[in-house]
């Protein structure tokens, strides 16, 4: 059997057959050119733009879109964006077709709140065209500091035409390019023919798939691509405003109008409403709405009100919505259907890396290369981190390489939108900002005034503030204020002096000019990135009694200043208070002390948590769901010591904890298990022996790869195809060996390389599944390559997010109630209480079903039935239930209690 190197040589000389590949490579755009020779060609919208009056407002969006991230005021967005990549929500569950061959990644949970876990796995995911082709009202789901808003904006560049995502250059590319530089002209000319006979092939596959001759094609969705679509973003905080000022008996366009008029020039706003309204009409909006974990509940409620409206008159337009994890349900119950944002993964990390070193002169004005040591301590350990969180780290260690910590990262970020204010001067008031804003949605220059003053006493965010107008004018002013003589006597809250009401509008203007601060209608202000305001209310939350800080673990919206909390004070009280606390069906009681300790130093109390959530992960009786939340959050925490509690699980005797511990010492890099995790490629089940070989890719060292090139060529089918598509996410290492492997002379090497390969976005991967569809050997590889190949061309047609199904149209209750023959006819409810009937009537599998898919709809006054399934004799309704109440309570955003 011929030996694969994992070598930037290839080693195996298999350049004989790839000239005429790989000049078709060269010729890369042919599938493309066939594609579109079939297909109506789109206009894109900045076309469309320049020739209407549309122009003047997509300038005046992407000159907006380009300067509104971090670092806006230095570097184009499209300098330094990532493409963004979307996780569809998890099916409802149904019945299990043993004849339908599962993904592989099935084995890898995703946990959107804690979502450190499947970040470091290959799991499939959607690109923006593929999002473009479900359905069009569609909620985008992240915590805060994920990228929504950048994503966003990416979907908005990317239909204009402004970006394109190219895959990175890799090492087979470079090989094929440095190869073809040494071929003689006969040969030029001769895969000069040979490619445009395999052109021909080409194009009568596609139109036969074009024409329904194969039935293997995907069916191509009816959207209007972005492209032929006009962009519009605006944040619900503008949309709220303008919904309370306008009244309720408005055309839902006219908030949307009002909002993108407060980012476009004079011109702009006067001529741009009929073309917008005219966008909507003609069902062309791609409308792009931002914040809505942002608002207060009471402006939730009119946004809630709004988009039923505007679901109802404009529904043929596409509207995106960002979202926290929690407390969406609402926004589903009006008709958007949710989708996750992948957190980055390694590639990604190191190209956002890459990108501000290429553009680090304009960031810190100032010329010089960034020092390779530099580089390689900014690349070091960037696992479960958020993008912010990255980018924080990128900028302040490019700017000073001493800054290691996650806290000196974020105050760094901080200070960066304070202009000439010196940081430390105004903590406290920038913190009692803050808070405002989380608790009531806006800070506004009379409530701050009067918690300054400390005339509102009720709640829990006065302060002790003695800032004169001299001193606030120094502080904005970036000069030193003037020392006290004397310290000033403790006096009663509202005896207490302050800056007068003009000073601190000018402080919170200079505080919106110099990038802190959005502002909004009638002397409203938000932070312009939640992370700052979560930030800085950590800064003083400390000053907080227990009891107050306990009831904040509550609310969701408090949950990361929470966290951040932690970066400045132990917290020890509160964790004991936590621990004492009931749990909720999620086990988000304990699990938030997991992220807590991601920000902690060395606490007293790390220990005691580990412990109390390695038990808990073990534990015989644990519900599943909470098993895989545990795991998930543990790698959360960037503790070392995690690493002791997964491999323990590898030696338990439940095969979920087996595969759980070895997804979760991947995701943690643990090079020193790689010997451990090796011995369960044998194991008795199958999805722990797929856990195991994922596990060796998420590790990614040399020994790991190593050990996956044995994999590949002695495994299971199973298993080889799980580290295939493991090294389609290694463009330095992985890349070479399937290159390699689609050339092997064993053919389930070949087969489970084009599995492997069809998860790689480049001309050479696609070329390589073509050439083996039509010239192998085999039939059972060439059946493989040919549906590879059908996914790679077509794959984003048969995509997108699919659109909430309504009870009747569940394909498992029909066939259910078709079962029932005559006795059919004794049902006479429909709608939500057919769930309710199928659970009191039908068979054990029914009866699951019926509970998860209550809790997975959000049918809320249902949720008794699932408490009372929690009693189910039979272990898979109670799991059911449970799946289906943890759904129920991320979709509220209220914690519902845990069972006894």
């Known amino acids: 059997m011929a030996e694969i190197i994992i070598d930037v040589n290839f080693g195996l000389g298999v350049l ?15 599938l493309a050119g066939a594609t579109e020779s079939v297909t109506q060609r789109a206009s894109t919208a900045q076309e469309f733009a320049k020739r209407t009056a549309d122009a003047r407002y997509i300038n005046d969006l992407i000159r907006y879109i380009q300067k509104d991230h971090l670092a806006g005021e230095h570097v184009a967005l499209s300098d330094i964006l990532i493409e963004p990549q979307f996780i569809p929500a998890q099916p409802l569950l149904a019945p299990r077709d043993e004849e339908l061959v599962r993904e592989i990644f099935h084995v890898v949970p995703i946990v959107p709140d804690y979502p450190y876990l499947h970040a470091a796995y290959n799991i499939p995911t959607m690109s923006i065209a593929e999002l473009n082709n479900g359905t069009k009202a569609v909620v985008l789901l992240g915590e ?32 094929l390019d440095q190869e073809v530089k040494f071929k003689k002209e006969a040969q030029h000319a001769q895969s000069y023919k040979e490619r445009i006979t ?60 009002r909002a993108l008029q407060t980012y476009t020039g004079y011109v702009t706003s006067k001529t741009m409403p009929r073309n917008i309204y005219e966008r909507f009409n003609e069902g062309k909006a791609l409308l792009l709405l931002d914040g809505y974990d942002e608002l207060s509940v009471y402006h939730q409620s009119l946004v809630n ?54 553009h680090w002169g304009k960031i810190a004005r100032r010329r010089g290369d960034i020092p390779s040591v530099t580089l390689e301590r900014v690349r070091d350990r960037n696992r479960a981190y958020t993008p912010l969180e990255l980018s924080a780290k990128i900028w302040a260690m490019f700017d000073s390489p001493e800054r290691e910590s996650i806290g000196e990262w974020l105050e760094f970020l901080g200070a960066q939108y304070l202009g000439n204010i010196k940081p430390e ?22 409530r701050l005034d009067q918690i300054l003053r400390g005339i509102i006493i009720e709640t829990p965010i006065n302060t002790d503030d003695n800032t004169n107008e001299e001193e ?37 203007q200079a505080l919106e000019k110099d990038g802190m601060l959005r502002a909004f209608d009638e002397d409203k202000y938000q932070f312009k990135h939640p992370m700052l305001a979560m930030y800085f209310a950590s800064v003083v939350l400390p000053n907080f009694q227990t009891e107050e800080l306990l009831a904040l673990t509550h609310i969701p919206i408090w949950r990361d200043a929470l966290a951040l909390t932690n970066l400045h004070h132990p917290l020890e009280d509160l964790v004991t208070a936590r621990l004492a606390q009931p749990l909720d069906v999620l086990y988000n009681t304990h699990l938030e002390l997991a992220r807590w300790l991601k920000y902690a130093g060395k606490v007293e109390w790390r220990a005691g948590v580990l412990k109390v ?47 759980l511990s070895c997804l979760g010492l991947g995701a943690l890099r643990a090079d020193e298990a790689i010997r451990d995790i090796t011995t369960l490629l044998a194991d008795v089940e199958p999805d722990v022996a797929l856990s195991a070989g994922l596990a060796l890719g998420a590790i990614g060292t040399q020994n790991a790869l190593e050990e996956m090139v044995g994999v590949l060529t002695t495994a299971s089918e199973a298993l080889r195809q799980a580290v295939a598509e493991a090294f389609a996410a290694l463009p ?47 039939w059972y590889v060439r059946s493989a390559a040919e549906q590879a190949f059908l996914e790679m061309q077509f794959g984003e047609t048969a995509t997108g997010v699919k659109a909430i199904p309504h009870v009747e149209s569940l394909e498992w209750l029909r066939d259910w109630i078709a079962s029932l023959g005559d006795a059919a006819k004794r049902i006479t409810v429909g709608g939500d209480a057919l769930l309710r009937k199928a659970l009191e009537e039908g068979d054990v599998e029914i009866q699951a079903l019926s509970v998860a898919n209550i809790g997975q709809l959000g049918i809320t006054h249902q949720a008794d039935a699932l408490y009372a399934a929690l009693r189910h004799r039979e272990p898979v309704v109670r799991a059911a239930a449970h799946l289906g109440l943890c759904h129920l309570q991320a979709q509220l955003g209220i914690a519902l209690p845990a069972p006894l």
């Open 16 to 30: 004989t057959g790839w000239g005429t590949a790989y000049a078709l490579y060269r010729a890369r755009h042919f």
């Open 144 to 175: 805060v500091g994920s990228g929504r808003t950048t994503a966003l904006h990416s979907i908005a560049l990317w239909s204009l035409g402004i970006i394109k995502f190219d895959p990175p250059v890799d090492v087979v590319q470079e090989r």
């Open 198 to 257: 395999m052109d021909d092939l080409a194009k009568d596959a596609i139109e036969k798939s074009k024409a329904g001759e194969n039935q293997s094609a995907p069916k191509a969705s009816n959207n209007l691509s972005f492209k032929q679509l006009t962009p519009m973003y605006a944040h619900l905080a503008h949309v709220a405003l303008f919904i309370e000022k306008l009244g309720r008996e408005i055309d839902p366009t006219e908030p949307i109008v």
């Open 305 to 358: 009100t709004w988009l039923e409206a505007l679901l109802r008159q404009y529904s043929n337009n596409f509207i995106i919505i960002t979202a926290n994890p929690h407390g969406y349900g609402q926004l589903m119950h009006i008709g958007f259907s949710p989708v996750f944002l992948r957190p980055l993964n390694d590639t990604q990390a190191d190209a956002l890396i890459d990108k501000w070193a290429t």
């Open 425 to 446: 001067k105004v903590r406290e008031q920038l913190g009692r900002a803050a808070l405002l804003q989380l608790e009531e949605g806006f800070i506004t220059v009379d």
């Open 472 to 508: 606030w004018d120094n502080i904005i002013e970036g000069d030193e204020a003037p020392e006290s003589k004397a310290k000033p006597e403790k006096v009663k809250s509202a005896e207490k002096p302050s800056a007068s009401h003009k000073e601190l509008s000018r402080f919170l």
């Open 613 to 659: 959530l390695g038990n808990a992960f073990v534990q015989a009786n644990q519900y599943p769901l909470v098993r895989e939340r545990i795991a998930a959050a543990l790698v959360g925490t960037r503790d070392k010591n995690v690493m002791r509690i997964f491999a323990r699980g590898l030696r338990d005797a439940n095969p979920d904890v087996r595969r």
């Open 732 to 778: 330095k290492d992985g890349y070479p060996v399937l290159y390699d492997a689609i050339s092997h002379e064993d053919l389930m090497v070949r087969r489970a390389a084009v599995f492997g390969l069809r998860r790689i976005n480049t001309a050479w991967a696609l070329v390589a599944v073509y050439k083996a569809s039509t010239e192998d050997d085999e």
